[in-house]
C-alpha cells in the first residue's frame, strides 16, 4: 500500500523516534509499503534548516535531505502537480487550521488516494472531505 507520510513525522524519524506509535512505525517498516514525502514538507523541512528551528545533524544540505529521504529511507518523494494545485483550490478551509503546507500535502493525499500519516491532529477534520488520515499517537 502506499501512504504519504508529512513533514513531522519526517522530522521525527530523524529526531525524536520515541514520539512515533508502534504502528506507524510497522506501516513505515513493511516492506509492502511504499512511503512517500511530499516536496512541500521537502521544502517546510528546508526553511526549518535555515532558521535554525530544528537541528538534524545529517541534514547539512540540500543534497544530504534528499539522499536521506531517497536512499537511507527509501521513501520516494511525491512532487506537485497540476492535479494535486487543483485539488487544494477545491478543498474547504477548516476553521483553525489555514497552514497552506498541510493543506497542499491533505490535496496531494486526496488526488493520489494515499492515507495521511500525521501528528497534527487537526488533519482529521478533512475526513469530511475525504482524506483519509492515520493519526500518530
Not at 28 to 43: C, G, H, K, R
Amino acid at each position: 500500500m502506499r501512504y504519504l507520510i508529512d513533514t513531522t513525522i519526517l522530522i521525527r524519524l530523524r529526531t525524536e523516534t520515541s514520539l512515533i506509535s508502534k504502528d506507524i512505525f510497522q506501516i513505515i517498516e513493511n516492506p509492502e509499503n511504499l512511503i512517500y514525502v511530499s516536496a512541500v514538507s521537502i521544502q517546510e523541512i528546508f526553511m526549518l534548516l535555515q532558521t535554525n528551528k530544528i537541528v538534524v545533524p545529517k541534514w547539512k544540505s540540500a543534497k544530504d535531505v534528499f539522499e536521506d529521504i531517497e536512499n537511507t529511507l527509501n521513501f520516494k518523494i511525491k512532487y506537485i502537480k497540476k492535479e494535486h494545485l487543483t485539488t487544494f483550490y477545491q478543498i474547504a478551509p477548516v476553521k483553525d487550521h489555514g497552514d497552506p503546507f498541510d493543506r497542499l500535502i491533505i490535496a496531494q493525499s486526496l488526488t493520489e488516494r494515499m492515507p495521511l500519516i500525521s501528528s497534527d491532529q487537526k488533519m482529521k477534520y478533512y475526513k469530511r472531505q475525504g482524506l483519509t488520515f492515520i493519526a500518530n499517537a
